[in-house]
């Protein structure tokens, strides 16, 4: 740049005012300081988050218990009248299979979050190294999640951590990889789902909306990000 | 606490973009940048919070906290005032469209340059008046020296910023 007048000078200090910061920093930023999290969002949410993971486990305690009193009121009565072929027990084996879809759906979770861990612990010492360990389980754990949905809100909530902990891993960057995407939507969805039917404070309700906002614009890696200031 | 979270809503929604433009310009860095902004607000809510703190004018409070914050993150960085140009040249790093817009203007890149070579108080005093239309004797009770110091810094800081541009 040659020569400038004051008035140019004047002029191109007033295009600085373009500079601003990231909406959904600002956003995001807003709901942490009026959320007062280190107090509030702990006393209130993880009760509420212990009572629907207890629920969870209780309901398919009960549903055992009714099993077992099932069966053996039908043996009873099949023994005594004869009538066992009057019932199908096609519905029985469901729970283990759907259970054992849930251990298998933890098992890939707690292998990436493995894979993660080290990916961290290798980046920190500045050894180079593959990610591609990691994008082979991300890619097991996909195509796992498309034929067994997550209904345990504790995989979940490891999954979560495991993708904040490797969108935290310095000089990785996994956000434009289609099957991390789709972990991200799987596991925002299902957590705004689950919050939804929380009860939460009026500073938490504004963080979930902000991520909803975030989600449907399908920045579902910013949407985590406020869903786990709610669950912090 | 509503009555609180309303009145924090509106100082922040007021100040967020000033700030964070303030801020950026000082330390050339969006995360930098987020961090102090972050920090400044965080400090203003808690004072909000505290009833033996008033705030009587949350503008000079942001600034005031905004500026302190500037000059700890020199400090812990070990570093000077100034910039070098080496390090002002990472500006072009941030995010959001209309960032981007101007940091991809060489014109505007010049300034931000610039302005990083200046003393501190010329840079408060040109941000403050060009880019954020603060009124001399605002700054002037900002700075706690007298209007026409302010109007003297103000010219001198401008002459200082045009020299710097053309020489560059």
């Known amino acids: ?232 | 606490m509503n009555n609180l979270n309303e009145q924090f809503g509106q100082i922040y929604d007021q100040y967020i973009d000033k700030i964070y433009r303030f801020v950026y310009l000082k330390v050339s860095s969006q995360e930098t940048a987020e961090d102090i902004t972050s920090k400044v607000f965080t400090k203003y809510w808690e004072c909000l919070k505290n009833p033996e703190e008033e705030v009587k004018n949350p503008g000079a409070f942001l600034y005031q906290v905004a500026r302190n914050a500037v000059v700890d993150h020199y400090r812990a960085k070990g570093r000077a005032n100034t910039v070098s140009v080496d390090v002002s040249s990472e500006i072009a790093d941030p995010g959001t469209s209309a960032q981007e817009k101007a940091v991809l203007n060489a014109d505007i890149n010049v300034i931000k340059k610039g302005i990083l070579k200046l003393k501190k108080e010329h840079q408060d005093i040109i941000i403050w008046h060009y880019l954020e239309d603060m009124p001399i004797a605002n700054i002037a009770e900002l700075m706690g020296k007298p209007e026409g110091t302010v109007r003297v810094m103000l010219h001198r800081g401008l002459k200082d910023l045009k020299d710097i541009i053309q020489e560059s």
Do not use: C, H
């Open chain 1, 1 to 232: 740049m040659t020569k400038i007048t004051q008035k140019q000078l004047i002029g191109q200090l007033q295009q600085l005012k373009e500079i601003k910061p990231r909406k959904e920093w600002a956003l995001l930023l807003k709901s942490q300081i009026t959320a007062d999290l280190s107090a509030q969002a702990e006393m209130v949410s993880m009760p509420e988050k212990k009572i629907s993971f207890i629920n969870g486990i209780s309901s398919v305690f009960s549903q055992r218990k009714l099993a077992y009193a099932f069966t053996a009121a039908l043996l009873l009565i099949g023994g005594v009248f004869g009538f066992t072929t009057l019932f199908s027990f096609e519905n029985m084996p469901q729970q283990p299979a759907a259970l054992s879809s849930q251990a298998s759906l933890k098992s890939n979770v707690a292998t990436l979050n493995n894979k993660i861990n080290d990916l961290a612990q290798v980046a920190k010492t500045g050894k180079k190294t593959s990610i591609s360990s990691v994008e082979t389980e991300i890619n097991t754990l996909t195509k796992n999640l498309k034929n067994n949905p997550i209904s345990d809100p504790v995989i979940v909530k490891e999954l979560a951590v495991s993708l904040k902990t490797l969108a935290d891993v310095p000089g990785v960057d996994l956000t434009e990889n289609k099957d991390v995407k789709d972990l991200y939507q799987t596991v925002v969805e299902n957590q705004i789902f689950d919050l939804e039917k929380t009860t939460l404070t009026t500073e938490q309700k504004e963080i979930l909306k902000t991520a909803k906002d975030l989600y449907e614009k399908g920045k579902y890696a910013d949407a985590l990000e406020a869903i786990l200031m709610i669950n912090n």
